[in-house]
Every structure is written in C-alpha cells, then in structure tokens.
C-alpha cells in the first residue's frame, strides 16, 4: 500500500466506490495492510458497493430501510452492509446459473398439487389441488397450518393471491375473497359479504386447526359475483380483473366492489377479432388479453386499445437463440448457464399459433407463443406510444431444441426475471444481468449477415437441469416466482432421487475473504434440488383439469418442488 500512503482515507475510499464486490474481494487479499484498511472502514466501503450494485436506490438510505424492501426471509440476518452485499450479490448470480442451488419438495401440501401461491414475508405457501381442497403450509417447516376440505374447495380451483388477500373461484360467475387473519385491522366491506357456506366452512377450519396464534388462518372477507361468466381472471393487489368473453371487470377485493368494466373487448380492429381468451393480466395503467387470435393491451383511464399482435404477424424485431443442452446424467439439480445466439427470424408462419401468457413486471412485457417464443418488449409504456418502431424495445427469445419444437407449458416474471416451463425444461432468463453487476460484459454469438439492431438489452440465460421428463413438464399447472425461491409442481415420479422432502437451510454469513467473495466462476456445485404470479395459459377455464386423466392415477401426481436460488 506503499504508493497509497500519502493519499488521504477520504480519496482512497473514494477510488474504492468505483469497484465491484469481486474486485474489492480481491484487494482485501492483496496485503495485510490492505485488510487492515477494508476492517476499518468495512461499513464505508460495502455501503458503497451496494450503491455501485444498485442494491439500494440512494446513497443516503439507511440499512433497515434497504431491508425493508426485499420479502426474502434470509434478509432478517443481514446485520451490516457487507452482509447485505454478500448475500445479494450471491442471490443475483445464482439466478444467472454461477452460483449453487438447492432444493426441497415440501410433503404437507400433498401430491396433488394444481395451483401455488408463496407470502415469503408471511412464511406460508397456499396449495389448490386436483382432487378439491385448499392448504396453507408453513414455508420453512413444511406443517400444515391451515385448510379448507374438498367438500368446500373445487377440484382444479384457481387461485390467486396478494397482500393478504385470497382469491379463489366456485363453479359459475362467483369468485371467493379471504383475508388473512394476522393482517393488519381494516373494516370489513359493505358491498358482497361472505355467505352462510364461508362462514360455516372456516368454523370448520378453526376446529381443525385450533392454533392459539391462528398463524396462517384465513377468513371469509367477500363473495363476488360477476354478471357473466368468467372466462379468465387475474389479481394483482388491490385489482382482481376478470375477463368475459367480451368484458374486461375490474373489482378492488377491500371493498368488493366493481371499479371498472370495459365494454366490447372483442371489437374488430383492422378486420380482426381478439378470439377466444387464454389468459388476462393487470396493473394499474394497463389491462392485458390474451385472445387466441391476438393480444391486446387496454388502456384503463379510458378503454382504449393501445397495443395489438397477433402470433403469426410479429413486426420485424431482433431474435436471439437459445439451444437446449444436452443434460448429462447427474444424481444432483443445478442451474446451467446458457450462451445466447444472435439469428434471422425463424418464426414458423405455417400454422395458426396464439400467445398463451403475458406478463407485466416493472416497465417490461413478456409474452409466451405456444411454440416457446418468447416476445420481450423493454419499457413497454414508451413502446406503446409509437414514438419509435417496436423493433427498437422488443426482443424475441426463441428456445430450441434439437430432437423436437418444444411447447410452452407455463410463464413467471417477477423481480426483473423470467422462468418459463416447456416440454424441453425449465429457462431462467434474467432480462438486464448488468443491472446489478455492470461490469458484466454480455456478447452474443452471431450467425448469419444482415441482422437487425438489437435494442439495449443485456439477457442472460439459465437451465434447471435434471428436471427434463416430458411427461412431467408438460402436466406442470403452476410456476411460482419469489424473490429467492422457484417453486412449481412436478411428478415425484420423475423427481430425482436426491430432491430432499425436507426444507432447505440458508448459509450463514461468513468472514472477509470467504468463498462469497470469489462467485465469478463458472463451477456449477452438485446440490439437491401468476400474479405474481401464477402465469399460466388460460389462468383458469372450464377445461382446467388433466386432459389424460386417463392414463393412471399416478401420472396426475404433482408434489410441489422449490429450488431455492443464493443459498
């Protein structure tokens, strides 16, 4: 440190603000007087580095405040701001596939899982089932705490959920709105109370499962009904949106009541219908409608439609290629980083395709084709405007397979991350990986000459390995994105053997100069293995059940498996 010993602490910290968690790793190591200097000032310099990281969004704000902001559970062991980059910077590169994970299969929910929801905050996870009923388990012990019997719960019952909030359908045009009991005090709604088979049913419940801290109970808060029948529906809190074949209903679940209708949703433009809907999506500016013809985006100020396209005439916009490897055969779940190549457009026009999700998550769209297309549009409110053709936001991600076309199954986006399930496996794509690393140099191979731009996109790709059984893929009814956890239902049959039952534990904090420090490799451990989220085509249809049901009861066996990122 004998060249820095006139420069005074302010400047060499000041130097330090301009380096990555792996670089300042490196210089602790570099001499004693070095690690002398990084104990000293550890608070300083890590506090920097998560600015550098874009971990917290100001330089001013405080730790418990930065902690405040994210749901994982292992955040609650953050004491310093060295932990917290050690334990964001390792979350961020397990997500890329360089970093181990874990997993588990929780055992309470049962095996016959169809639809998961997760409150990382809470510590439960929510489990609708084929054969009817509803469950609530913790999501560390893997306890049922909670339920409603299949006697109450249809089978195949979607479900959504959100700040408290439980959303589930009977048969017909009623939807179910339940309140956790621990949440906050609110005066119950006016409009819709729950009816006489709600209130009978939780005292049922509350039999069943006599907690004194009632943790993980539920409670009758509504009972909507919709004038129509619901062909889809969605719940982004506070607005549940259900979509009829030609109505978009907006509800607000506190106080039960209608807010919005939008009229005419099939209304030809340019000589072409919507189609039948798959699926429906919701924020606060926007509503989205996957019809089988083509999807469109509503404005909700006034029920405009302000963006339109249909599968098989995508605008011509950039493509990138990722190839489906080849899986050795292991004993282990991991996650495996995949290369991105840059193509012409090879969209298959042959055949009539439909987008069977989309999703919003921040200022980006995501929509699924049936094909494992996935159409990316980057600030998509500033795309929809016009202002520049699509081809300067949007990115198309085609997923190949050498051996067959792989089908789309199911979509996640959360957390700037999407998980996408096809018969070919399960893809991680996080959209902006220099976001929180921006030194992260991502090239694309090329083939081919003549390739449009490629708009300001930095996608990095990952596969779950070893969860690659067709028959298994293509019955998974639910992906469930947290900010540490991917949790979806899957076959035990096909499970490898070492996916433990039990839950999965989170390291502890460790010394400067730990192996934390050092996770730009590319080694890839041997470990075990809507709404937001709940992106499925369809969300929910009167078709919503196994179409081989046929084929033996224990093909229709789904346990719910979580693999755990950052660990």
């Known amino acids: 440190?004998?060249?820095?010993?006139?420069?005074?602490?302010?400047?060499?910290?000041?130097?330090?603000?301009?380096?990555?968690?792996?670089?300042?790793?490196?210089?602790?190591?570099?001499?004693?007087?070095?690690?002398?200097?990084?104990?000293?000032h550890e608070s300083f310099i890590f506090h920097q580095a998560a600015a550098y990281h874009r971990f917290v969004s100001s330089i001013e704000a405080p730790l418990h405040a930065?902690?405040?902001?994210?749901?994982?559970?292992?955040?609650?062991?953050?004491?310093?701001?060295?932990?917290?980059?050690?334990?964001?910077?390792?979350?961020?590169?397990?997500?890329?596939?360089?970093?181990?994970?874990?997993?588990?299969?929780?055992?309470?929910?049962?095996?016959?899982v169809h639809r998961i929801k997760v409150d990382e905050v809470v510590g439960i996870i929510i489990?609708?089932?084929?054969?009817?009923?509803?469950?609530?388990?913790?999501?560390?012990?893997?306890?049922?705490?909670?339920?409603?019997?299949?006697d109450?719960?249809?089978?195949?019952?979607?479900?959504?959920?959100?700040?408290?909030?439980?959303?589930?359908?009977?048969?017909?045009?009623?939807?179910?709105?339940?309140?956790?009991?621990?949440?906050?005090?609110?005066?119950?709604?006016?409009?819709?109370?729950?009816d006489i088979h709600q209130l009978r049913h939780r005292e049922f419940a509350e039999k069943r499962h006599p907690n004194p801290d009632k943790?993980?109970?539920?409670?009758?808060?509504?009972?909507?009904?919709?004038?129509?029948?619901?062909?889809?529906?969605?719940?982004?809190?506070?607005?549940?949106?259900v979509g009829s074949f030609n109505k978009a209903y907006f509800y607000n679940v506190e106080s039960a009541q209608v807010i919005q209708v939008i009229e005419d949703t099939q209304q030809i433009v340019d000589g072409n219908f919507m189609g039948d809907l798959y699926y429906v999506e919701v924020n606060t500016q926007h509503a989205l409608i996957c019809g089988i013809d083509e999807v469109r985006a509503f404005n909700r100020s006034d029920g405009r439609v302000v963006f339109r396209m249909a599968p098989n005439d995508i605008p011509e916009i950039s493509q990138v290629r990722v190839q489906v490897p080849s899986d050795t055969p292991t004993r282990a779940i991991r996650t495996q980083a995949l290369p991105l190549v840059r193509e012409p457009r090879q969209l298959d026009t042959s055949i009539n395709h439909c987008f069977v999700a989309a999703h919003i998550s921040g200022k980006d769209l995501v929509l699924l084709r049936d094909d494992a297309h996935l159409v990316l549009i980057r600030d998509y409110q500033e795309a929809f405007q016009k202002k520049q053709p699509l081809s300067a936001y949007a990115t198309i991600i085609r997923i190949h397979d050498s051996q067959y076309t792989p089908r789309a199954v199911y979509l996640a986006f959360e957390f700037g991350r999407i998980a996408v399930v096809t018969t070919s496996g399960i893809f991680i794509f996080t959209v902006d990986s220099t976001y929180h690393n921006p030194d992260q140099k991502i090239s694309?191979?090329?083939?081919?000459?003549?390739?449009?731009?490629?708009?300001?996109?930095?996608?990095?790709?990952?596969?779950?390995?070893?969860?690659?059984?067709?028959?298994?893929l293509r019955r998974v009814t639910c992906l469930q994105m947290t900010e540490t956890k991917l949790l979806f239902n899957y076959n035990p049959r096909y499970t490898p053997r070492n996916v433990s039952p039990g839950v999965g534990t989170t390291s502890s904090a460790d010394s400067l100069g730990d192996e934390f420090f050092d996770p730009m490799h590319d080694t890839h451990h041997d470990m075990l293995f809507e709404d937001d989220d709940d992106q499925e085509y369809g969300n929910w249809t009167d078709d919503d059940s196994d179409d081989e049901g046929l084929a033996g009861e224990r093909e229709q066996f789904r346990s719910t498996v979580c693999i755990s990122f950052g660990t």
């Open 215 to 241: 943790r993980g109970h539920f409670r009758p808060w509504a009972l909507l009904h919709c004038p129509e029948w619901g062909r889809a529906f969605r719940f982004v809190y506070p607005t549940l949106l």
């Open 444 to 472: 694309y191979i090329t083939e081919g000459s003549s390739l449009p731009p490629l708009p300001a996109c930095n996608i990095q790709a990952c596969k779950i390995m070893m969860m690659d059984h067709i028959a298994a």
């Open 152 to 194: 109450y719960v249809r089978p195949w019952a979607h479900v959504e959920y959100g700040n408290g909030f439980l959303v589930f359908d009977r048969f017909g045009e009623y939807k179910e709105v339940w309140r956790l009991v621990s949440g906050p005090p609110i005066a119950p709604p006016n409009n819709s109370p729950p």
């Open 127 to 150: 489990t609708s089932h084929t054969t009817g009923g509803l469950r609530v388990c913790d999501l560390e012990t893997d306890t049922l705490l909670w339920d409603l019997g299949t």
């Open 1 to 40: 440190m004998a060249q820095l010993a006139d420069l005074p602490p302010e400047l060499v910290l000041k130097i330090l603000s301009y380096l990555n968690i792996p670089s300042l790793r490196n210089l602790a190591l570099v001499s004693h007087p070095w690690h002398q200097f990084f104990l000293l």
């Open 66 to 112: 930065v902690k405040s902001t994210h749901t994982a559970r292992g955040i609650h062991a953050v004491e310093s701001w060295r932990d917290l980059c050690r334990y964001l910077f390792r979350l961020h590169m397990s997500w890329a596939g360089r970093d181990p994970v874990s997993s588990h299969t929780y055992s309470a929910p049962g095996s016959q």
